[in-house]
T-cell receptor
Framework: DIQMTQSPSSLSASVGDRVTITCRASQDIRNFLAWFQQKPGKAPKSLIY???SLHSGVPSKFSGSGSGTDFTLTISSLQPEDSATYYCQQYNSYPLTFGGGTRVEIK | EVQLVESGGGLVQPGRSLRLSCAAS????????MHWVRQAPGKGLEWVSG????????GYADSVRGRFTITRDNAKNSLYLQMNSLRIEDTALYYC????????????WGQGILITVSS
């Protein structure tokens, strides 16, 4: 199975900061990488697919990059509503696997 | 508007069975793969199972393979998860999720249904 490792596990940043979350796959997953946002008590929301493509309605402050084994999610200017846990997921092959999550807090 | 509504959850004893359903609307159901994802209390997301549009490709997490069976009925716009030999560690909120790009990414999620396995 492909292991997905996210870092950091949590971070605290100020409004307006640029925030970067990394995700590493244990083997080459090409660009079959998705990012999700989950707020407490809510279902996950899909942000990005194919490593860098934004789902419809997702603000352009979110961006994704990477291919192969190393990927990043960037929030260009952090806002209070971005406080959430973010997960990466590989969908290159079954079984699909998620990273452990990154909790983003606002200072 | 895409809607995914899970049902069939509840409290069940270890070793027993339960069947989850997901009623889909607002899109052409038989065009897309579908998935089940779960989240144990206070934990992260865990993919459980996925099924292609025509049921020709099916996958399971190692933790449920041999105990859970995913199926779909395209005529009824419904996804199912038959869960047998339930364990305490299967306790979680189970989400139904819609496939997106012809591969196995997802775009829409249901609100989730709680399964509690306890004696």
């Amino acid at each position: 199975d492909i292991q997905m490792t996210q870092s950091p596990s949590s971070l605290s940043a100020s409004v307006g900061d640029r925030v970067t979350i990394t995700c590493r796959a244990s083997q080459d997953i090409r660009n079959f990488l998705a990012w999700f946002q989950q707020k407490p008590g809510k279902a996950p929301k899909s942000l990005i697919y194919a490593a860098s493509s934004l789902h419809s309605g997702v603000p352009s402050k979110f961006s994704g990059s990477g291919s192969g084994t190393d990927f990043t999610l960037t929030i260009s200017s952090l806002q209070p509503e971005d406080s959430a846990t973010y997960y990466c997921q590989q969908y290159n092959s079954y079984p699909l696997t998620f990273g452990g999550g990154t909790r983003v807090e606002i200072k | 508007e895409v809607q995914l509504v899970e049902s069939g959850g509840g409290l069940v004893q270890p070793g027993r069975s339960l069947r989850l359903s997901c009623a889909a609307s607002g899109f052409t159901f038989d065009d897309y793969a579908m998935h089940w994802v779960r989240q144990a209390p206070g934990k992260g997301l865990e993919w459980v199972s996925g099924i292609s549009w025509n049921s020709g490709s099916i996958g399971y997490a190692d933790s449920v393979r041999g105990r859970f069976t995913i199926t779909r009925d395209n005529a009824k716009n419904s996804l199912y998860l038959q869960m047998n030999s339930l364990r305490i560690e299967d306790t979680a909120l189970y989400y139904c999720a819609k496939g997106w790009d012809g591969y196995n990414s997802v775009d829409y999620w249901g609100q989730g249904i709680l399964i509690t396995v306890s004696s």
